[in-house]
Nanobody, 126 residues
Framework: QVHLVESGGGSVQPGQSLRLSCTAS????????LGWFRQAPGKEREFVAA????????YYADSVKGRFTISRDTAKNTVYLQMDNLALEDTAVYYC???????????????????WGQGTQVTVSS
């Protein structure tokens, strides 16, 4: 059982930045993929970004491409989501997730991730 703990959420104004962190309770090897999802009030959970351990390939939702960057620090068992130029529509609870041996077509599917964090709130308002 892998426990994931997110941190770094907060309230910012449009155009500002935040960095989210997700630390795993144990080492997640190359077979793990780590992803970020978000859920805004009244909306379905949606994929944001993911990092596949076995080849270090990254995946992004079109809505965040060019503004968000996912990265991983293996030594710290931590994955980061750097969010720049935040917009009002980025307001949501952000969840970290971990999946095992995910193939490309599964990287954006929340149902394929086995472990989830508790979420951290990101609020963008003027």
């Amino acid at each position: 059982q892998v426990h994931l703990v997110e941190s770094g959420g907060g309230s910012v104004q449009p155009g500002q930045s935040l960095r989210l962190s997700c630390t795993a309770s144990e080492r997640t090897g190359s077979s793990y993929s780590l992803g970020w999802f978000r859920q805004a009030p009244g909306k379905e959970r949606e994929f944001v970004a993911a990092f596949r351990g076995r080849d270090s390939r990254t995946y992004y939702a079109d809505s965040v491409k060019g503004r968000f960057t996912i990265s991983r620090d293996t030594a710290k068992n931590t994955v980061y989501l750097q969010m720049d130029n935040l917009a009002l529509e980025d307001t949501a609870v952000y969840y970290c997730a971990a999946g095992v041996n995910l193939i490309t077509s599964s990287m954006r599917l929340g149902s394929q991730y086995r472990y989830w964090g508790q979420g951290t709130q990101v609020t963008v308002s003027s």
